[in-house]
């Protein structure tokens, strides 16, 4: 399944899904369908609500018996969404689209076979009213990365390249004879020839998706726009169909583009949907890391740089249009980010290009199994609580400079909570005569639940991909199955009950305090523990063969020992999975600065990785955080280096501060931070990137500054002499003492000659 789309005709709702076979796309046409929602029976219904009313064998969750409200059209059950909300009449699942109804009805996620008579149309074929059920297959999806260059934010597209499917092709305005270049390169007379030429080229190779970066809030909605400017039908859709960029329709939210038949997919949106971290997703960042090169023009002003070569040399320009779409196809296919994709809607049965939608994922893979339970759901936000549940349990941390500490990890805690304790939104609705006790006198059934057999499956799933190394395919399960907590504790989840959420967390707590009491109990000291996490000290005088050995040891008998007390307490069989993640050789648990106490979630240490080699590991530090100076990040990774290795260190801090000083590190000392509002919104308290940017005269995007004796000024603008002693006092001071406080040294001890000589 590709796209879908829904509009009301005078006949009906009319259906339109466009999906790719083995045989070429095919669109699936459901005319003259009903929008529903349900209604307690013995509710009365307003004058004027306009559906038909049917008695059904379904209740609410509270047991209450339910009629179907059908609809002609999708606009007049949304007008009685109205009515009913002003008359206080509660109405259930009305608030869910006809055509993710449609499909999840029938259990299609992604893959499916449809059975009906298909017809040809104006180049493209068709089903109608064909029957659906749920298959699995991996499609071969065809591409097209896709890049635009422009002349400045509101002026003409200069040119368009695209790269995949086996083609690849750079149209531009210009003539052949004017501009001789080996590239694949289209001229076009003007911006309309331009536009109309890519819309032929593009309907004419036919891909399933299109890639790009910033590709709906940028190259797809300026094309759309420029489209409309001279009159130009945006036909990019199958089927000679016009697409829209939706634009968003509150602060924060993003465009989304609708093109019957094709879809879209963002490198950066999908990059974060997938858990990649960058300090930064420019293309230009994210193509060196990954793939070793970058863009072909790397300009501080590449506006005017663009313009320049347009006018003089616009071989050049083709060749960066068209680098760029390579760049993207290399970085999808490095991270495997289409089958990530692929397998992501497989999963949730959200559309193939949208991102997030956690709850909708959430109510596709719920609301069928729990109709077929006979139930209903309320809308979202039909309810409202006073009460809250907790976050994740971090304990208490013991700092200090550690030899030998283990890290013990619960596998997927709150899915395996979710499972083993049964935990689920009919469980607690109806939960029999032997329940299984939660948290804020909660109950859940032993025999009747859909959450539990859902994770389940999924889990089963995961480890035939671990098995299967389908690295893409685990991940998907991995972030479905942990969004479920976050889903079930939103106010944005028509689920969503404290009873529920705390359920899971408050379980969390116990299960991480009494491993904690249990590890101890051996004589095995937890120094920290975080969410679903124990780190356990064992101390000086082991070998890391009897280390590692140890924590395999300490993970398989805590299974055990949570097994029998499962059994014991509950009489419910353990899911509950502990593993032995990390042994740190060395590992640091520093203070909270200017503190003797112990910080949370910021530790480092070094480990033996995969490859038999000393690995330094970060978390929460100086060296791994974006907004500090890459001369804080490289001096801490490597203070910390001699520390944990036993090696001299007094005599490289000592060098640093003088290159410092020298001048010699300069390249170092630029911060980077992205505005995230407008400069006029800061008042008061204005901080150092907006000062720098407001003197840059920069309107968004990332600042990159330093700090002089002037204040903070824009990297490459600043006429002021560096700041030396702010870098000093406020970036290897802090990074270095955070671990020399435990050796009895400190910064200020190391340099003070050197100091007073500044």
Same mark, same amino acid.
């Given at each position: ?16 899904? !466009? ?27 307003? *004058? ?22 059908? +609809? ?29 109804? +449609?499909?999840? =009805? ?66 531009? %305005? ?26 032929? =080229? ?51 939210? %993003? ?25 930064? +997703? ?77 709850? *909708?994922? +959430? ?40 030899? $030998? ?27 029999? *005569? ?18 539990? =057999? ?17 690295? @893409?395919?685990?991940? @998907?399960?991995?972030? #479905?199955? $942990? ?64 280390? /590692? ?10 299974? %055990? ?30 203070? #909270? ?108 995007? !990332?600042?990159?500054?330093? #700090? ?9 603008? /600043? ?23 435990? #050796?009895?040294?400190?910064? =200020? ?10």
């Amino acid at each position: 399944m590709l796209t879908r789309q829904w509009r009301d005709t005078p006949s009906g709702v009319d259906l339109s899904f !466009w999906a790719w076979t083995p045989d070429g796309p095919v669109r699936l046409h459901y005319p003259n369908q009903q929008a529903v929602c349900f209604v307690n029976r013995h509710a009365q219904l307003p *004058a004027g609500f306009g559906c038909k009313r049917k008695p059904l064998a379904l209740t609410d969750l509270r047991g209450e018996p339910v009629d179907g409200l059908y +609809f002609k059209q999708q606009s007049q059950l949304q007008r009685a969404r109205k009515t009913a909300s002003d008359n206080g009449l509660l109405l259930y699942e009305s608030d869910i689209k006809p055509t993710d109804r +449609f499909l999840m =009805e029938r259990f299609v996620t992604a893959g499916f076979s449809a059975r009906g008579e298909i017809t040809s149309r104006c180049g493209y074929r068709q089903l109608a009213n064909a029957a659906l059920k749920p298959a699995t297959l991996q499609p071969e999806l065809s591409y097209l990365s896709l890049d635009i260059e422009t002349d400045g934010m509101r002026g003409e597209v200069l040119s368009i390249a695209y790269c995949g499917a086996g083609v690849e092709a750079v149209l531009m %305005q210009g003539e052949a004879e004017a501009w001789p270049s080996a590239l694949p390169v289209t001229w076009y007379a003007d911006e309309e020839a331009l536009l109309r030429g890519f819309l032929h =080229e593009f309907a004419r190779i036919d891909p399933d998706l299109i890639l790009g970066w910033n590709l709906v809030n940028f190259d797809l909605d300026y094309l759309a726009w420029r489209c409309r400017r001279l009159h130009i039908d945006f036909q990019l859709g199958r089927g000679g169909e016009t697409a829209a960029i939706l634009q968003p329709q509150q602060a924060g939210q %993003q465009r989304i583009a609708s093109i019957p038949g094709r879809v879209a997919l963002d490198g950066i949106d999908n990059l974060r949907a997938a858990f990649w971290s960058f300090q930064s +997703f420019s293309l230009n960042h994210v193509a060196h890391e990954l793939l070793g090169r970058g863009k072909l023009i790397d300009s501080r002003d590449k506006i005017a740089e663009i313009r320049r070569l347009f006018r003089e040399q616009r071989p050049i320009l083709a060749a960066y249009n068209l680098e760029d779409c390579r760049l993207v196809e290399s970085i999808f296919a490095q991270t495997d980010l289409i089958n990530f994709c692929l397998q992501r809607a497989c999963m949730t049965g959200l559309p193939l290009g949208r991102q997030g939608g956690s709850v *909708a994922a +959430f109510d596709n893979l719920y609301l069928p199994r729990l109709h077929r339970a006979g139930a209903v759901a309320m809308d979202i936000g039909a309810r409202s609580f006073d009460t809250s549940s907790p976050g994740g349990y971090v304990m208490d941390s013991q700092p200090g400079l550690y030899d $030998n500490v283990l890290v013990l990890d619960f596998k997927s805690l709150y899915p395996s909570i979710i499972r083993t304790y049964r935990i689920d939104p009919l469980g607690m609705a109806r939960p029999g *005569a032997d329940p299984v006790p939660g948290f804020l006198n909660a109950r859940f059934s032993r025999t009747q639940s859909i959450l539990p =057999e859902i994770i389940t499956d999924l889990w089963r799933q995961r480890d035939l991909a671990k098995r299967e190394s389908n690295n @893409a395919l685990s991940q @998907a399960v991995k972030i #479905i199955m $942990n969004s479920f907590y976050g889903v079930l504790g939103s106010s944005g989840c028509r689920f969503y009950d404290p009873q529920l959420a705390s359920s899971i967390t408050r379980r969390g707590h116990q299960i991480i305090t009494r491993s904690r009491d249990w590890l101890e109990q051996q004589g095995h000291p937890v120094i920290y523990g975080d969410t679903d996490s124990l780190f356990v000290l064992l101390g000086p005088g082991f070998a890391e063969q009897q280390a /590692n050995e140890t924590g395999h040891r300490l993970a398989l008998e805590l299974n %055990q020992w949570w097994n029998e007390q499962l059994q014991r307490d509950f009489r419910l069989e353990s899911f509950l999975e502990i593993e032995f993640e990390t042994h740190f050789i060395r590992f640091l648990m520093p203070t #909270i600065r200017g503190s003797e106490t112990g910080s949370k979630k910021r530790y480092a240490g070094y480990v033996r990785n995969s490859r038999g080699e000393f690995e330094l590991r970060f978390k929460g530090l100086e060296s791994v955080r974006s907004d500090w100076t890459p001369l804080a990040r490289g001096f801490q990774r490597e203070l910390y280096r001699r520390v944990f290795f036993n090696l001299p260190y007094r005599e490289y801090v000592r060098a640093t501060l003088s290159a410092l000083k020298a001048g010699e590190l300069d390249d170092k000392l630029v911060y980077r931070k992205r505005l995230r509002r407008s400069l006029d919104e800061y008042r008061h308290n204005i901080p150092q990137h907006v000062q720098a940017a407001r003197k840059a005269k920069k309107v968004g995007g !990332w600042i990159n500054y330093l #700090i002089t004796v002037n204040g903070p000024e824009p990297a490459g603008h /600043n006429p002021s002499a560096i700041d030396y002693q702010h870098y000093i006092d406020r970036q290897l001071a802090p990074a270095a003492d955070g671990i020399l406080h435990f #050796i009895g040294d400190s910064f =200020e001890g190391i340099t003070a000659d050197q100091m007073n000589l500044f």
